[in-house]
């Protein structure tokens, strides 16, 4: 079953809020086990907060010595298993990185975040290496504002495009997202009457799961041929 891991170096680039989105929607079709392997442990504070979809759960990770159990337990379990990972580089990191079918690595539109990226991709290509395998990765744009980009916010996209595969649709910056940490659940569980605008976010977080499984498939597609 596949294995789909969040990474990146810099704090703040939406990392939880895209493991959030992508859990809870395919958790309305089939079985998903999240796993916060996260010192911050916010996607674990997110779980708390209400109901989480009848198909989902969430585990805190034990850490580095437990990671691989967990993910195999996982496996077994569910039909996707997600990963929140921690920022900076770590023998749990390294390992949940090296089991993963695909690793999404979000960035925000700023120098910093598209560094972060670069070096996360640099870390990724090792691990690899050490593997002896492949192990696909996809740029996730988070954060972003919907209007025409700016000539810098245009640079970095071109900056990234050159770095690694950068996925076509992006997560807008939306109060529905960002609700998502004060009220738990996924978008579908948010009330309109407190939350404006689910139904655009809804369409955004469609987009980007559907990419997700096709890169999935692609993925493995490739690795048959």
């Known amino acids: ?47 708390t907060l209400s109901p989480l979809p009848e198909r989902l759960g969430v585990i805190t990770s ?14 077994r379990q569910a039909t996707f298993v997600i990963i929140d990972l921690e920022g900076s580089a770590s023998r749990l990191t390294s390992f949940a990185i090296a089991e993963s079918d695909l690793v999404i690595i979000p960035s925000g539109e700023e120098q910093q975040d598209a560094d972060a990226a670069i070096e996360t991709l640099a870390e990724i290509e090792m691990e690899g290496r ?4 492949p192990i696909p990765t996809a740029i996730l744009f988070a954060r972003t504002s919907a209007a025409v980009k700016s000539k810098l916010e245009k640079h970095i996209h071109r900056e990234l495009s050159r770095a690694g595969r950068v ?48 890169i999935l498939e692609e993925s493995r597609h490739a690795q048959t041929a």
């Open 62 to 75: 034990g850490g580095e010595r437990s990671i691989q159990d967990e993910i195999a337990r996982a496996q």
């Open 167 to 214: 996925m076509q649709t992006e997560l807008h910056r939306r109060t529905a997202f960002s609700s998502l940490h004060n009220a738990g659940g996924g978008l579908r569980q948010l009330d309109p009457a407190d939350v404006n605008g689910i139904d655009k976010a809804l369409v955004n977080a469609q987009s980007y799961v559907s990419e997700i499984i096709d």
């Open 130 to 133: 050490a593997r002896r395998r």
């Open 1 to 47: 079953m596949p294995v789909i891991s969040f990474a990146t170096s810099k704090g703040g680039a939406g990392k939880t809020t895209s493991a959030i989105v992508l859990g809870t929607e395919l958790a309305q079709g089939t079985d998903v086990i999240m796993i916060d392997a996260d010192p911050a442990h916010r996607l674990s504070r997110w779980s």
